[in-house]
Antibody, heavy 117, light 107 residues
């Protein structure tokens, strides 16, 4: 059974960096073809993809945010970390971690991040 | 970027109805197309992946079809728990992109 749990600060000040951790079980980032991604969503809006990383270390980023994002993996700990710099109030959203295998995406429950002074 | 045009943006229907939501991509997707259901306060739930494969545990009244650039989600015999927002997602190319959503409301 696949589970993903996002964690990180609930409140971030403008211009600060955000670090989110995804702890997962039920799959391994050692397995060929497996990836983990991050998606965010604000109420009433469609989800917005942020980044993903594959078992072989290949990482991809949203072009509009790539200068602010870094995604890393710790295969031994079953963890993926997303860092976003220069947070702004418009970055207030629920952030989701997702398991990826080919076209199959399975989502965690998300964590709400508010950016406010 | 692959643009996903989802329609309609909202839809009113009654219990027992059959409804269809469509998604058109700006490029061919090689069937890397997913459908999600989202209820208020919940994470998106995967219904259909690879255009037509039903996720485990999803009722058979949900079905997906299409190929190339045109895809659809059909819900037969609508049940009260089906009233929600639905999104399509292409996972063929990065950046991964989503449709704008279809809000399915009770008539």
């Amino acid at each position: 059974q696949i589970t993903l749990k996002e964690s990180g600060p609930t409140l971030v000040r403008p211009t600060q960096s955000l670090t989110l951790t995804c702890d997962f079980s039920g799959f391994s980032l050692r397995d060929n073809g497996v990836g983990v991604g991050w998606v965010r969503q604000t109420p009433g809006k469609a989800p917005e993809w942020l980044a993903l990383i594959f078992w072989d270390g290949d990482s991809r980023y949203s072009p509009s945010l790539q200068d602010r994002l870094t995604i890393t993996k710790d295969t031994a700990k079953n963890q993926v970390v997303l860092t976003m710099t220069y947070m702004d109030p418009v970055d207030t959203a629920r952030y989701y971690c997702t398991h990826i295998y080919s076209s199959y995406w399975y989502w965690g429950q998300g964590t709400l991040v508010t950016v406010s002074s | 970027d692959v643009q996903m045009t989802q329609s309609p943006s909202s839809l009113s229907a009654s219990v027992g109805d059959r409804v269809t939501i469509t998604c058109r991509a700006s490029q061919t997707l090689n069937n890397y197309l997913n459908w999600y259901q989202q209820k208020p306060g919940q994470a998106p739930k995967l219904l259909i992946f690879a255009a037509s494969t039903l996720e485990g545990g999803v009722p058979s009244r949900f079905s997906g079809s299409g190929s190339g650039t045109d895809f659809s989600l059909t819900i037969s015999n609508l049940q009260p728990e089906d009233f929600a927002t639905y999104y399509c997602q292409q996972t063929y190319r990065t950046p991964i992109t989503f449709g704008q959503g279809t809000r399915l409301e009770i008539k």
